[in-house]
């Protein structure tokens, strides 16, 4: 029959604390709680960057392609109504 480690009077380290000879897992918890959102802002971040900068460039390429102060206006009105509906879905899939 086995003993265990209490009959055979062997120390067991307080709760908590690692056991020598043992492999750290992934971090759990609070830590890992922590990095997650850290990380999550940060690609949050550089999306919202790279969005931008890439609508900036497609409305400096379109606006000198479009003659006439009316044409300008309905395709801006388009192009802000889609965004409207089109936001939502993108951030949402982002989980921003």
């Not at 009959?7 to 380290?13: L, R």
């Not at 056991?19 to 971040?45: C, D, H, K, W, Y």
């Not at 392609?65 to 109504?81: C, E, V």
């Amino acid at each position: 029959m086995a003993r265990t480690a209490e009959e055979d009077g062997a120390i067991k380290p307080p709760m908590g604390m690692i056991e020598p000879g043992t492999r750290l897992g992934r971090p759990t918890g609070r830590m890992a709680q922590f990095f997650g959102e850290l990380l999550f802002s940060i690609v949050g971040a550089f999306v919202r960057d790279v969005v931008y900068s890439l609508w900036l460039k497609f409305a400096t390429w379109l606006e000198p392609k479009i003659q006439g102060r009316t044409a300008k206006l309905i395709i801006g009105l388009l192009l802000g109504i889609g965004l409207f509906f089109l936001m939502p879905i993108v951030s949402g899939l982002l989980g921003l």
